[in-house]
C-alpha cells in the first residue's frame, strides 16, 4: 500500500544526541550512568492510532536462554494498516549491551545500523540520541532513536534492522534488538491521543521496584478505548510475583492489570512480540507488546497513570505508549495549507517580485467536540507587504507586527473554514523559495503546523521576459537570447568584442611563441648573460612538461632582463599560455603581472644551476 509519507505535524520534543546524553549518557564522572527516566517525548492528536513492531538482533546457539551471536539482519513485518493510513512519524530504536566503561565512553555506543524499509535498499542511520545505563560491571546498556519516517515509502511490508555492534557473550542479561514505532492518520480512526514515552530506566527490586509515566491534559471519550504498549529489554520467561503494570485512569479511580494470553498479569516481560501475526513468544532479550487498557477508563477520565513494578528479573523499560480514543476536536486528517499566485504584474505566469500570491489555511475539524482555534502564521520574509483576508469567524490580532494571527476561530464538528491572507513579493535573487507554515493551536497543548508548499520565485531583472537565472544577458535585454560564439554569454551584452577577450594591450601572448615544446626538451638558452642584457629561453618550451617548470625558467629571464631598466614580452614564452584575441588565444592573461615570490625564486636557481653548468 503506497502511502504519503510527511513531516511529524505534532509538537514533539526532540533530544539531540548531545541533549539526550546529558542525562544519561554522561561524559562527567558525577553523572556516569544516570537512567535516563522515561519521559513524554512526542504527543499526537486527531483521528489518528499508532502502531509498534520489533525483533531481537540476537540468537542462542547454545540452547542455553543466553545470547551468544548476532541475528542479523533482523526482520519484522507490519500490515493489516487502513487503506488510506497516511504516515505521520516512524522512529526507530536500537538497544542492547555493549562493552563497560561505566557509561563514560561515548565511543562504546554503537549510534549507526542499516534499516530498510519495504520495497527499499539498507541506508545508514545515524542517531538522533542514545541513552545509557550502567548494568553491571561487565556491560552497560545503550538504546539508541532516529526519525525514519522520509525513508518509508510504503508502510504495510518487511523492515529490517543490521549492523548493531552489541556485546553477546553468554551474559545473563546481554541483549540486542530493535523496535519501530508508527503513527498515521486514517479516517476511519477515532479521535484519539497518542503519547511516547522513551528513556533507559532499569528496573529491579533491590534497586528501582516502581516507576510511573502519566498522560495528562485529555478527556476519555465515551465509550473509553485505550491501549497501552511498550518496547521492554531482556525480560526474562520464569514468573515474578512483583513483577506487573497497572493501570489507573483520574479521577475515575479504575485500575487493571493489562494481560492476554502470552502475557501472564504477573510476568509481562517474558520474551514475546504480541503485535507480530502470529503473535511470537521466546524472543529472547526483547518485549514488544500491545495491551488494551480500556477497562482502567471512565468516561470524562483527565489523565491516565501507568505504573511498572519489579520483582527479582531486572529488565530495563525503553519505550511506553499509550493511545487513547478522547472526546476533544481535531484538525487532522483534512486541515492544510496552499498558495495561489492572485495578481500577476507582468504576466508571466510565475510568482515575481511586485506579484501577489494569497495564502490560503483550511481548518477541518475531524473530531467528535467543537473546536476553538488560534492561527499563528509568521508571513514569509520575501514580502515587501502583507494583508489579511478572509479570518473564519475569528478575531484578528493586530499587534503582531509581521504576523497574521487570527484567535477565537470556532469550528463544529465535521465543520470547515478558510483562513486566507496575501503577500507582495519584494526584490529576491532568482529562484528563491519562499515558504511559510502556520500553527493551529486547538488549546489542549497541542499545536499543529500546516505549511504550504515552497513557493518557488523567479526574477527577470531586465525585463526581456527570460527568467535571470535563465539569462545570458542578466542586466541587457535580449529576448533572442543569440549567442554567436556559444560562451554563454549573449552577444547583446558582449558589445563589439564577441569572442569575450579583453580588448587592452596587456596580452602577453604573441604568435609562435606559446610554449608547445615536445617532450623531454628543456627550452635552452640562446645566450649566456652576465651583465643583465641576457634574453629570454627560447619559446620551444618544455613540451610534456607541466607550466610550473616552464614558467620557472621564464620568470628567471624576465628577472634578469628587468636588471637594466629592459622589459621582455617573451617572458611567458615557455609558459602554456595562449596568446591575445589578435593571435587566435583567450586575452586572457594581463602582461603587466607580476610573477609571484616562488616563482622567481625557482627561476632564478634553475638559471644559476645552467651557468654552473657552463662554466664546469
Not at 113 to 123: K, M, Y
Amino acid at each position: 500500500m503506497s502511502t504519503t509519507t510527511r513531516s511529524l505535524w505534532s509538537r514533539p520534543i526532540h533530544f539531540s544526541l548531545t541533549g539526550a546524553l546529558a542525562g544519561a549518557f554522561a561524559f562527567a564522572p558525577t553523572l556516569a550512568g544516570a537512567d535516563e527516566t522515561i519521559k513524554l517525548r512526542d504527543t499526537f492528536s486527531g483521528n489518528i492510532d499508532f502502531v509498534i513492531t520489533g525483533a531481537t538482533m540476537a540468537a542462542d546457539t547454545d540452547n542455553n536462554n543466553k545470547v551468544d551471536a548476532p541475528a542479523q539482519p533482523a526482520m519484522a513485518e507490519i500490515g493489516d494498516l487502513p487503506e488510506d493510513a497516511t504516515l505521520l512519524s516512524a522512529k526507530l530504536y536500537w538497544a542492547g549491551t555493549i562493552e563497560p566503561s561505566m557509561c563514560e565512553n561515548e565511543n562504546k555506543l554503537d549510534n549507526e545500523v542499516d534499516f530498510a524499509a519495504p520495497g527499499q535498499d539498507p541506508e545508514a542511520v545515524i542517531a538522533d540520541g542514545c541513552f545509557c545505563s550502567i548494568g553491571a560491571m561487565s556491560y552497560d546498556m545503550q538504546v539508541c532513536f532516529a526519525e525514519v519516517t522520509d525513508m518509508i515509502v510504503d508502510i504495510d511490508g518487511q523492515y529490517s534492522v543490521d549492523g548493531l555492534d552489541a556485546l553477546l557473550d553468554n551474559g545473563d542479561t546481554h541483549n540486542a534488538s530493535f523496535a519501530l514505532v508508527m503513527v498515521y492518520e486514517s479516517e476511519s480512526a477515532d479521535p484519539r491521543r497518542v503519547g511516547i514515552y522513551d528513556g533507559l530506566t532499569t528496573m529491579v527490586k533491590s534497586m528501582n521496584p516502581k516507576a510511573t509515566v502519566t498522560l495528562e491534559g485529555i478527556e476519555v471519550d465515551n465509550p473509553p478505548q485505550g491501549e497501552l504498549a511498550w518496547y521492554v529489554l531482556e525480560g526474562d520467561i520464569n514468573g515474578n510475583k512483583d513483577e506487573n503494570v497497572e493501570v489507573a485512569g483520574q479521577p475515575g479511580g479504575k485500575k487493571h492489570t493489562p494481560t492476554d494470553a502470552i502475557n501472564p498479569p504477573n510476568n509481562p516481560f517474558n520474551q514475546t512480540i504480541n503485535t507480530a501475526n502470529p503473535p511470537l513468544e521466546k524472543v529472547i532479550g526483547v518485549d514488544v507488546d500491545s495491551l488494551s487498557i480500556s477497562p482502567a477508563l471512565t468516561p470524562g477520565d483527565n489523565s491516565i497513570d501507568v505504573t511498572y513494578s519489579a520483582d527479582f528479573d531486572k529488565y530495563w523499560i525503553a519505550v511506553n505508549i499509550i493511545g487513547v480514543d478522547v472526546f476533544e476536536p481535531a484538525l487532522q486528517p483534512g486541515s492544510g495549507k496552499d498558495w495561489a499566485l492572485s495578481d500577476d504584474a507582468d504576466n508571466n505566469g510565475e510568482p515575481t517580485p511586485g506579484d501577489t500570491v494569497t495564502y490560503t489555511i483550511t481548518l477541518m475539524n475531524s473530531g467528535n467536540a467543537p473546536a476553538n482555534v488560534t492561527v499563528t502564521d509568521v508571513v514569509p520574509a520575501e514580502a515587501k507587504s502583507w494583508a489579511p483576508g478572509e479570518l473564519c469567524g475569528g478575531t484578528l490580532v493586530d499587534d503582531k507586527e509581521g504576523t497574521f494571527e487570527v484567535s477565537d476561530i470556532i469550528i463544529a464538528v465535521d465543520a470547515t473554514c478558510e483562513l486566507t491572507f496575501t503577500v507582495v513579493i519584494g526584490e529576491i535573487d532568482d529562484e528563491t523559495p519562499m515558504k511559510n507554515t502556520a500553527n493551529a493551536d486547538l488549546g489542549n497543548d497541542i499545536e499543529i503546523p500546516l505549511s504550504a508548499p515552497d513557493a518557488m520565485l523567479r526574477r527577470d531583472g531586465d525585463g526581456d521576459d527570460v527568467f535571470d537565472n535563465d539569462d545570458n544577458c542578466v542586466d541587457t535585454p535580449n529576448t533572442d537570447q543569440l549567442d554567436a560564439d556559444e560562451n554563454g554569454i549573449g552577444d547583446a551584452c558582449e558589445g563589439d568584442n564577441p569572442t569575450g577577450g579583453s580588448d587592452s594591450d596587456s596580452s602577453t601572448g604573441t604568435d609562435g611563441t606559446t610554449g608547445s615544446g615536445t617532450d623531454g626538451t628543456d627550452g635552452t638558452d640562446s645566450t649566456d648573460s652576465t651583465d643583465g642584457t641576457g634574453t629570454s629561453d627560447s619559446g620551444s618550451g618544455s613540451g610534456g612538461v607541466d607550466s610550473a617548470s616552464a614558467s620557472a625558467s621564464a620568470s628567471a629571464s624576465a628577472s634578469a632582463s628587468a636588471s637594466d631598466g629592459s622589459t621582455s614580452d617573451s617572458a611567458t614564452a615557455g609558459m602554456d599560455t595562449a596568446g591575445g584575441p589578435g593571435d587566435g588565444g583567450c586575452g586572457c592573461t594581463s602582461g603587466d603581472q607580476s610573477p609571484a615570490p616562488w616563482l622567481l625564486a625557482m627561476g632564478l636557481s634553475g638559471l644559476a644551476l645552467r651557468r654552473r653548468r657552463r662554466l664546469s
